[in-house]
């Protein structure tokens, strides 16, 4: 009985998972699940703060536009004055339904 219980858990848990789990993105993640606001965490490395930083908000914007999401908010996150990434908020357009 237990092992029945157990599979059916199982089970149940890879079907409702299934459409975000072949989400290739945090914007396609966030889109299949249905979420009308969502916050990611952008992360930079120490060694591509200049420039790194830029092109990844750039992709994310672009990304997170494609499935009709615009941008709310991007907050700083620092750890002892070192710049370690950002946390960008994005809801969806509601103009473009």
């Known amino acids: ?7 059916t ?15 290739t993105s945090d914007a396609e993640k966030a889109a299949k699940s249905g979420l009308e606001a969502v916050t990611v965490f952008i992360d930079i490395s120490r060694f591509s703060r200049k420039n790194g930083a830029a092109e ?3 992709e994310s914007h672009q990304d997170f536009a494609r499935f009709g999401y615009i941008l709310v ?23 473009q339904e």
């Open 1 to 7: 009985m237990y092992k029945f219980i157990l599979s």
């Open 9 to 23: 858990l199982m089970v149940l848990m890879i079907i409702s998972y299934s459409s975000t789990a072949t989400a």
């Open 56 to 58: 990844k908000m750039t």
């Open 73 to 95: 908010a991007v907050n700083v996150y620092t750890e002892n004055g070192d710049l370690e990434g950002f946390f960008v908020s994005y809801r969806k357009d509601k103009t």
